[in-house]
């Protein structure tokens, strides 16, 4: 099993590259947007009521995001890195001082009243299970359209400086839950990454796949995987919707149910093999006969988890990712249980 990482930085990148890790398994690219002036444009984005408005902003984000992931293929030296698209519920990224607020005003050419207004709007009840994720692209492709193209004019600008590395970037699409969903999206994707590729003229092969995070994607992974090139578990998310606690909140009642006997541990911190993972399994075996080149890892921070990743081992996962301070810690768990399964047979 080849131990990736969770980087969503070039620093992030170049930290797990050091402490041994054989690619990236998850980017998020959302925490690309929270450095200084990053988060201005994106704000603007997300406040923007027109598509032109939201283009304009995407604009401005585009070349930053190129700019890491350019330095990500860098450290990573042509290795796997799998980038997430914008995931997040868009209210975790809106101001919420005064200041900021009149400044996103100020720079969108509205009142500061219009700009609350449209604040208030994104609130949501549940944003874990709210407007986010692949729904972001279905309802905005324009997003998809940026990431596809700082992700390719990236790769095709690394794959020219070194000739001797093979990059196939892969563009992981987050929250499928049916396939006309990775379909949509995927198309936006394909054109985009195509038109980019074709005007770059040299030839670069990329990856298209999605995170199985919501049990609906596990139990119809055949028909996914007819439109998808891997599957990544993301098992954090997996692991909320499965038991329906959000791992922010559970905190609250969980010691008692350790006192009760009722859980033996914090399911986020070892993989629940009973429920969560016989979706996994179900996954894996209804989507690798449909594709059998469907390669398949995991994102949760599991992927740091010695049981864990003895039990993905056992699933046949073909790699495991976590943070890169963990990666020491998985690898060493992925060489055990390599060689106690290989002492088995």
Same mark, same amino acid.
């Given at each position: 099993?080849?131990?990736?990482?969770?980087?969503?930085?070039?620093?992030?990148?170049?930290?797990?590259?050091?402490?041994?890790?054989?690619?990236?398994?998850?980017?998020?690219?959302?925490?690309?947007?929270?450095?200084?002036?990053?988060?201005?444009?994106?704000?603007?984005?997300?406040?923007?009521?027109?598509?032109?408005?939201?283009e304009?902003?995407?604009?401005?984000?585009?070349?930053?995001q190129?700019?890491?992931?350019?330095?990500?293929?860098?450290?990573?030296?042509?290795?796997?890195?799998?980038?997430?698209?914008?995931?997040?519920?868009?209210?975790?990224?809106?101001?919420?001082?005064?200041?900021?607020?009149?400044k996103?005003?100020?720079?969108?050419?509205?009142?500061?009243?219009?700009?609350?207004?449209?604040?208030?709007?994104?609130?949501?009840?549940?944003?874990?299970?709210?407007?986010?994720?692949?729904?972001?692209?279905v309802?905005?492709?324009?997003?998809?359209?940026?990431?596809?193209?700082?992700?390719?004019?990236?790769?095709?600008?690394?794959?020219?400086?070194?000739?001797?590395?093979?990059?196939?970037?892969?563009?992981?699409?987050?929250?499928?839950?049916?396939?006309?969903?990775?379909?949509?999206?995927k198309?936006?994707?394909?054109?985009?990454?195509?038109?980019?590729?074709?005007?770059?003229?040299?030839? +670069?092969? =990329?990856?298209?796949?999605?995170?199985?995070?919501? @049990?609906? !994607?596990? *139990?119809? #992974?055949?028909?996914i /995987?007819?439109?998808?090139?891997?599957?990544?578990f993301?098992?954090?998310?997996?692991?909320?919707?499965?038991?329906?606690?959000?791992?922010?909140?559970?905190?609250?009642?969980?010691?008692?149910?350790?006192?009760?006997?009722?859980?033996?541990?914090?399911?986020?911190?070892?993989?629940?093999?009973?429920?969560?993972?016989?979706?996994?399994?179900?996954?894996i075996?209804?989507?690798?006969?449909?594709?059998?080149?469907?390669?398949?890892?995991?994102?949760?921070?599991?992927?740091?988890?010695?049981?864990?990743?003895?039990?993905?081992?056992?699933?046949? +996962?073909? =790699?495991?990712?976590?943070?890169?301070?963990?990666? @020491?810690? !998985?690898? *060493?768990? #992925?060489?055990?249980? /390599?060689?106690?399964?290989?002492e088995?047979?």
């Amino acid at each position: 099993m080849g131990v990736r990482t969770n980087a969503d930085t070039p620093r992030d990148a170049r930290k797990a590259r050091e402490l041994g890790a054989q690619g990236i398994g998850l980017c998020r690219t959302e925490h690309m947007f929270f450095g200084e002036g990053r988060i201005d444009a994106f704000r603007e984005m997300i406040c923007a009521e027109t598509k032109e408005e939201r283009e304009k902003a995407l604009e401005k984000i585009l070349p930053y995001q190129q700019d890491d992931f350019e330095q990500i293929y860098e450290a990573m030296e042509g290795l796997p890195v799998t980038i997430r698209f914008l995931d997040p519920p868009l209210h975790e990224f809106v101001p919420t001082e005064e200041e900021d607020i009149e400044k996103l005003a100020k720079a969108q050419g509205k009142s500061i009243d219009h700009i609350k207004g449209i604040i208030q709007g994104l609130h949501e009840f549940n944003p874990m299970m709210g407007h986010r994720g692949c729904r972001l692209s279905v309802t905005y492709p324009e997003i998809a359209v940026m990431q596809t193209r700082a992700v390719i004019r990236a790769a095709i600008k690394v794959q020219k400086a070194h000739p001797e590395w093979t990059l196939v970037p892969e563009i992981m699409i987050p929250l499928v839950g049916e396939i006309k969903e990775l379909k949509y999206v995927k198309k936006t994707v394909v054109e985009t990454a195509d038109a980019e590729i074709k005007a770059s003229g040299i030839d +670069l092969k =990329y990856e298209v796949g999605t995170m199985i995070e919501i @049990p609906r !994607a596990a *139990l119809t #992974a055949d028909e996914i /995987a007819s439109e998808a090139d891997f599957f990544s578990f993301g098992t954090n998310d997996l692991t909320q919707m499965t038991f329906g606690f959000s791992r922010d909140d559970a905190g609250k009642f969980l010691n008692a149910y350790y006192d009760a006997k009722i859980y033996e541990s914090d399911p986020f911190a070892k993989v629940d093999q009973k429920g969560v993972g016989k979706l996994m399994k179900m996954a894996i075996d209804l989507g690798r006969p449909v594709n059998p080149k469907l390669h398949i890892g995991v994102c949760g921070e599991h992927g740091g988890d010695p049981s864990s990743v003895e039990f993905f081992n056992k699933l046949g +996962l073909d =790699y495991v990712s976590c943070s890169p301070f963990r990666v @020491p810690i !998985a690898r *060493l768990a #992925a060489a055990q249980s /390599a060689i106690k399964m290989a002492e088995t047979k």
